[in-house]
């Protein structure tokens, strides 16, 4: 059983529906951490070391946030920033994230067409997060293709609901299943 | 039994080994008070006889309890009733009056009598309700809003029942003047007067409310003397219910308005703390009484006529108000409790009744039959109740149970703040501007006083007395924030909430790192140290104007904050020893000097490299060679 970290950043999740279901339906599993990071650090001070600690202790990262223009909350960026140090997550002696999975989460209001090349949004949406791929390829950790909640201004109830039971049922396999290599993840 | 103290001892016997059996097994005090009764009442035990006499005092307590539920209830939310009280209460009293009405005249009885019936047999029983409601903390429920509006409609009904009685006399027979309070000493004035003096009695109690009351019990707070506090209380209480009696209102009523009207006084919290020890014993009494009069030879030797007919008046009203709930849109588990709770008949019908015997409307067997019925459905109603919340309730509402867990982030806790000086006036206008509308007491009169003028809600009282604790909502309080300015005060305030409110969450204001040390001692966690803040902050901007960039300086200020704070952890525990201590200061003010000093981030913390790009030039340099 593998140690799943869920890194969580929304400014408003009192307001974000979509957010409350799916942390909803992953929260008291067995080995799965939720940090909410807008909680831990309203002040934007993020602890370094506590972070780097976490992170050494999981083997499945996940970034779960919504998709604001394009990218992530701030909070999540700085956490980038501040804890993905030169000579600790990469560089000489940056050896601490190898080979541990990382994945996107991601709530966005716009649907399935408007991420494509014909769509007004004009890139798919791996596209947009090439930044954190190549994060992650930086510090040698394996990135898995994202989770994504489309058109959240639209969907609700039951389609809400089963979306949740697939984020649930994918972090379960995240933190159970004996080989991830045959997950999808961009190489 | 004869003399006070034997009987005194009876009953506070009689009590106190019922009403805990009964809490335990659930059934609340109601319930316990009336087999208290039962078992002390000329039927079981024999101690006393006098059933009927204790009733007619200690209704008392119905009268104080209304007094301190208008105390909650504020005017504004009294007018968001009307349709309430009017519509669903008018329509219960009626429909049942008529109702039961109907079938007493089909059973044969004249239609004076059946009349007279009907309307008594219309009220419920406000004591039993409104107390099992409060145990269960129900008020505030649709049940709860719903079952108080019939029964404060049914307490206003009371008025006109007693003056429609006198009317169904047949001529010839003599009154012997008013029961119950019908008349009183205006009775020999024409119609057109008595009206008069009843929306005068009326008037009066809004004006005593609004202008004399207020100042009467801050003239008597200034002098510190509890006990004067208390008296005044009852002088309030017991002056109203005998104005009204003079008029002829029922007093229950008359307490009522001037609670309402005294709900938006700073005394409230400081009335009701009063009150509550005499309000909860005459109740207690008012409900042995009611067990003890309950006629079991009667019942034992008319058995199915009376149980029948107990039942049968249960069953009815029962339906009446189903179907009323029904119309007001309740839950099924909701409608159960609204018209199962108030499916009693109450104990103003015990007034009616020694009024219609008084005027002859009724003979003796007529009305013992009543009360008998009346008190046996006092006594079965509670016990439906509560196998009712207990066997029948629990098995609904876990199919209806939904999830909605995630609401729990809108819902707002209950916060009490003690002192509303600077400090605790920024705080609770912080907390305001955010919707959260604190309970704040305060110990100074004049500061009260000042404060309710600008327009906060600002309630006088200690908050270091347990009671006013209580009053002020303690028990179901999230938070109780100390912005109290001494130590001792704030010291015992601190034991008596870990005493006696265990989850009740303290947040403390400490002048300076020596209170701080003893309230941590004391195992609060929450401390609030009120210059520490200001001082760095203020810092802050001193670093501004000599040049330092605002973003670096504001996360410096914040790692020093929390490193001060937890300076304060460690340093604690060398309190005691002031050699240490004092080397240990030392060196902690050596190392937030560092913080300060000229490498600025990178010396106070090792690990913090942030947007900092010097080891990775350092780094590639190296490469490089």
Known sequence: MRKVLVLFAHPKFEHSEANQVLIKAISDLEKVEIRDLYELYPDFNVKVQKEQGRLFESEVIIWQHPFYWYSCPPLLKQWIDLVLEFGWAYGPGGVYLKNKFIMNAITMGGSDTAYSHEGRNNYTVEEFLRPFEQTARLCGMKYLSPFTLKGTHRIGGEGLNQKAEEYKNLILQLRDSENLDSLNYIR | ?625
């Open chain 2, 1 to 625: 039994m004869e003399g006070f103290f034997a009987q005194a001892i009876i009953y506070i016997l009689a009590a106190i080994v019922c009403v805990p059996i009964a809490k335990k097994l659930g059934m609340g005090s109601v319930l316990g008070y009336l087999i208290a009764g039962i078992v002390i009442g000329p039927y079981l035990l024999g101690f006393l006889s006098e059933g009927e006499d204790i009733m007619h005092k200690a209704e008392f307590g119905v009268v104080m309890m209304l007094f301190l539920i208008g105390l909650e209830l504020e005017p504004k939310n009294l007018w968001k009733m009307r349709d309430l009280i009017l519509r669903v209460g008018l329509s219960q009293v009626l429909v049942t009056a008529a109702l039961v009405f109907g079938i007493a005249l089909a059973l044969g009885f004249s239609w004076r009598i059946s009349l007279a019936i009907g309307l008594s047999m219309a009220l419920s029983s406000t004591a039993i309700v409104l107390q099992s409601l409060k145990e269960k903390n129900e008020m505030g429920s649709p049940t709860g809003k719903l079952s108080f509006g019939v029964l404060l409609m049914q307490d206003i009904a009371v008025i006109p029942i007693l003056a429609i009685l006198p009317l169904l006399v047949v001529s010839g027979v003599q009154t012997t003047g008013g029961a119950g309070g019908s008349g009183g000493l205006i009775e020999n004035f024409p119609g057109w007067a008595q009206t008069l003096f009843i929306f005068g009695a009326i008037g009066l109690v809004v004006l005593l409310g609004r202008y004399a009351f207020g100042p009467l019990l801050g003239l008597v707070s200034k002098t510190k003397l509890r006990e004067l506090f208390t008296a005044s209380a009852l002088l309030i209480v017991v002056g109203i219910g005998f104005l009204m009696q003079v008029v002829g209102l029922s007093p229950a009523l008359g307490t009522f308005l001037a609670g309402v009207i005294l709900a938006n006084s700073p005394y409230r919290h400081a009335l009701e703390t009063d009150l509550d020890p005499f309000k909860g014993l005459l109740l207690g009494l008012f409900f042995m009484a009611v067990g003890a009069t309950i006629n079991f030879s009667l019942i034992a030797e008319n058995t199915s006529i009376i149980v029948s007919a107990t039942v049968g008046i249960i069953l009815l009203k029962a339906l009446i108000l189903f179907v009323i709930g029904r119309s007001k849109r309740l839950t099924l588990p909701e409608n159960l409790s609204f018209s199962i709770g108030l499916s009693q008949v109450g104990e103003f019908s015990f007034v009616t009744y020694a009024f219609a015997s008084q005027l002859g409307i009724f003979n003796v067997e007529i009305s013992d039959f009543l009360m008998a019925i009346t008190a046996l459905s006092m006594t079965i109603t509670p016990i439906f109740l509560v196998l009712l919340d207990k066997v029948i309730l629990p098995k609904m509402i876990k199919v209806e149970k939904n999830d909605r867990d995630m609401d729990e982030i809108e819902s707002k806790g209950k916060v009490i703040l003690l002192g509303f000086s600077h400090f605790g006036s920024t705080l609770g206008r912080f907390l305001r501007a955010n919707g959260i509308e604190a309970t704040v007491l305060d110990y100074n009169p004049d500061q009260v006083d000042f404060l309710r003028k600008m327009g906060f809600k600002v309630y006088f009282g200690d908050g270091t007395r347990l009671d006013l604790l209580h009053a002020a909502g303690a028990d179901e309080a999230d938070i109780l924030i100390s912005a109290i300015n001494n130590a001792e005060t704030n010291a015992k305030l601190v034991h008596l909430c870990k005493e006696n409110f265990p989850n009740l969450e303290v947040m403390v204001r400490a002048k300076n790192r020596y209170d701080a040390y003893e309230l941590m001692e004391m195992g609060v966690t929450n401390i609030y140290r009120e210059h520490l803040d200001t001082s760095i902050r203020m810092g802050e901007d001193v670093m501004k104007k000599l040049g330092f960039r605002s973003h670096t300086i504001h996360r410096l200020a914040q790692n020093f904050r929390e490193y001060d704070e937890e300076a304060l952890k460690i340093l604690v525990q060398y309190r005691n020893n002031r050699k240490e201590y004092i080397s240990k200061v030392k060196s902690q003010i050596e190392m937030q000097e560092s913080m300060l000093s000229g490498e600025m981030a990178k010396k106070f913390s090792l690990n913090d490299h942030a947007w900092d790009s010097d080891s990775i030039k350092k780094s590639l340099n190296s490469e490089k060679s």
